[in-house]
């Protein structure tokens, strides 16, 4: 699907905000309320709005700490490699999963409320994923930018 002007205005104005009614979202992107209605569901039925979520701060909720974690496999097969990103779905902790190029094999983002819940983490889960053999954990000190709005140009 080709982005217009148009598309590129409403995305950008969803993804500042999700709950904008469609009245004030036909008046921001300079359409009438029925096109921009149109345009909505074509980019939510394309795949282009993938889906509406709210952000939760996640300090207010006790989850902090940010730790990202190299992981490093004993084999690089497919079979050991699905077995992996099948696992790690289940771990509600992992925020993010990678497949990477370069000395580990995935990187993860993780959030813990503190550097215990980090070592049981570690000590119960990402360890006892299928193929690790190597883990190594980056903590964050502070977040200095983390953006959710692509720049769409």
């Known amino acids: 699907m080709h982005l217009d002007k148009y598309d590129r205005a409403i995305l950008n104005a969803l993804q500042q905000d ?10 921001t992107v300079n359409l009438s ?4 209605l149109r345009r909505v569901r074509s980019l ?3 795949g282009m709005i ?3 979520v709210a952000l ?4 207010q909720v006790g989850l902090g700490g940010n730790v990202l ?3 490093g496999l004993h084999r690089e ?3 050991v490699l699905a077995a992996f990103e099948e696992a790690v779905q289940h771990i509600p902790e992992v925020m993010e999963c990678y497949l990477m190029t370069g000395e580990f094999d995935y990187l993860l983002r993780v959030v813990v409320a503190d550097m215990a819940d980090f070592e049981r983490l570690h000590k119960e889960a990402l360890t006892r994923l299928p193929g690790v053999a ?10 200095v930018q983390k953006k959710t709005e692509l720049p769409l140009r």
């Open 18 to 27: 999700g709950r904008i009614s469609n009245v004030q979202l036909a008046a």
């Open 33 to 36: 309320e029925s096109a921009c």
């Open 44 to 46: 939510e039925d394309e």
């Open 50 to 52: 993938d889906r509406y």
């Open 56 to 59: 939760v701060n996640q300090s």
């Open 69 to 71: 974690v190299h992981i």
């Open 77 to 79: 097969e497919q079979s």
């Open 134 to 143: 190597r883990v190594n954990s980056s903590v964050a000190i502070r977040t």
